[in-house]
T-cell receptor, first 110, second 112 residues
């Protein structure tokens, strides 16, 4: 397997910043996606990192370290609507398939 | 294009029956994925296609599961002799190679 590891649950306060970490197997690694999934809905694309470094997109940023097999998703100025599951999904050259972690359930409280 | 569509949205079936689900991907996408998701878990990879070729099938998938993508367009996922453990949300996604996958709304299967 690809040994994807991310925390099961996190809680944060409205207006705060939260960082969701993900580690994965590096062998055959190509890039990494982050998806958001609200309860009862399909996952939606947030970001894609191929190169090392930080990619910023509005309130959401994603970081990748290829050598360490590590990524994080940073959410700023949290809003109640950010309460959702956040899925780390590394993409591997061998087979070219997209594999998802178990997801991190984020609860944003007032 | 209206995105990835799946049919039906809900299916209730008796144990032992066969079921078939359909996925219509975004038209220009050459990759199509099937996943299964249960409550509190991330999507579990089942299989994927590049055009009409099935490139990989999960080793966790029993022989009761089969998928096709004739002519590289829509895809079907069939489950034979359903079991209660097959109850889950079945998600389909499509993409261009090495680009983000877009998901359909899923088919929720309940085996009674």
């Amino acid at each position: 397997g690809q040994n994807i590891d991310q925390p099961t649950e996190m809680t944060a306060t409205e207006g705060a910043i939260v960082q969701i970490n993900c580690t994965y197997q590096t062998s055959g690694f190509n890039g990494l996606f982050w998806y958001q999934q609200h309860a009862g809905e399909a996952p939606t694309f947030l970001s894609y990192n191929v190169l090392d470094g930080l990619e910023e997109k509005g309130r959401f940023s994603s970081f990748l370290s290829r050598s360490k097999g590590y990524s994080y998703l940073l959410l700023k100025e949290l809003q109640m609507k950010d309460s959702a599951s956040y899925l780390c999904a590394p993409y591997y050259n061998q087979g070219g398939k997209l594999i998802f972690g178990q997801g991190t359930e984020l609860s944003v409280k007032p | 294009d209206t995105g990835v569509s799946q049919d039906p949205r809900h299916k209730i079936t008796k144990r032992g029956q066969n079921v078939t689900f359909r996925c219509d991907p975004i038209s220009e996408h050459n990759r199509l994925y099937w996943y299964r998701q249960t409550l509190g878990q991330g999507p579990e990879f089942l299989t994927y296609f590049q055009n009409e070729a099935q490139l990989e099938k999960s080793r966790l998938l029993s022989d009761r599961f089969s998928a096709e993508r004739p002519k590289g367009s829509f895809s079907t996922l069939e489950i034979q002799r359903t079991e209660q453990g097959d109850s889950a949300m079945y998600l389909c996604a499509s993409s261009l190679a090495r680009q983000e996958a877009f998901f359909g709304q899923g088919t929720r299967l309940t085996v009674v």
